[in-house]
């Protein structure tokens, strides 16, 4: 794609940009269409699209050319995503700025990643990945890595040391995702942690899983399960010890691990990761559609939320609630929906809002004077109980309980559903996750050279920016693994007048 962008003044503040991009629709359609940009860092942005108003950004924003962008699952399926459409999709990029340097760039535009003055609790709370009113790039509203620039939140943008290959840098987003669900599950010496439908990403978190118990010296073992056997050498490759083929959904097949990963992008992947744990399901797929019962199980991974049965002994139950992941000197806050009254001890423990209506209770949250506006814990009956909590309100993109906060079902009578059963009648806990730290990412790359080496053979092809529409329906066909979107070099800069 075309791009052309003028400096304004030495300081390079006010300055433009105009080019032409691929646009992404909601019948997955791929179409170009014309930008235009104007503003500062200091000023805010207001963005045009096809010569007519579309989007004003605040200050906090700087724009960087596209070098290096990754195709993952989140781009073929964005049409399920609630954010609008069209947009410039695209979010695993390399990014250049004035004098060609190399950077990745955080992908929540949170107020701390824009490095603006802000009161917000989410980011106050260490909890700016979820900041309410965050845009993500690429994913929710900003123009992303497939079109040949980006308008990049401030404080977000890493620069490349030297020594990490495009082609490792470019696997940075997603393997800093890869490596958060290694580290969240962390196994013991002697478990066994499974990695469901190794691909694109599942691969990249039996890397991390590899590259953390070597660096760790914690001998766990690490098991691929696949569906098309093809991917048993890939995920040896990788760095599993063992490869099996994935049980049937619906089968009675034996637990095969301790913690199942699922990583199949794929609705049906969650209950065949249920069936194969023996303790722990993680969720990373975000395909937006219903799965083992729930319609908002991909919300439930943007929010990193934790689901598990409440205990119906009284001393499991009172350890859930002083477990919960409320701020250190703050009483926990329990949301309490289940259909039968609250436990007498829990009002000792915790500040209880209980109801039936989760938007009511919600509001009476927001209305609190401090903290997050948010529950740590929310108890419910069931999957209903669950998808009203994790999304109360039609209209915006926010749960009853807070970000990395648990949601426990209330055991009543007989339960079919694969989800309550597993919780329920097998113990398990369902966690969540969803970005990773790209520091923490980029310091294992730098650390470990057989890593940075090995990330490399997932990318499968690479195609122009300029052949965006081939690229996608490459990334869906079996063969192809992992696309990279390669940008030409010869766009000019904004402010090319280096300060
Ligand atoms: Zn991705
Ligand atoms: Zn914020």
Redesign the pocket.
Known sequence: MSGKAEGGSADSDPNTAEFIGFEYHSDERVSPARYRWEGSSTRGWQIQREGAHHLDLGPGFRPLRSHRCGVCSTDLDRRFLPFPLPQIIGHEVIALDQVSRRHVVEINA???ARGIE?A?P??LGGL?TH????RVLGIHDLPGGFGPWVLAPEAAIIPLPDSISDDAAVLIEPFAAALHAAESIAPSAGERVAVLGPRRLGLLVIAALAALRKRDGTDYKILGLVRRPSMADWALRFGADEVLQAPDPGSAAEPCAEFVIDTTGNPLGLETALMASGREVHLKSTHGQPSAGLRHTTELVVDELTLQAWPEDPDEAKAVVRDSPCRPDDRPRVAWLASTPPPAWLSDRADVWAGKDPNALLKALEDQPSGLPRADLAVVDDEAGIDAVVRPREDEEISLVRPRGQICTRAGGARTGPLLHALHQRKLRLSTSRCGDFEKALALLVADDELAQRLPALITHRVPATRLPEALALARTPECIKVVIEHAETQSLPGTQAD
């Open positions: 949170s107020h701390e802000h917000c989410f980011c700016a900041c309410p009113e965050r």
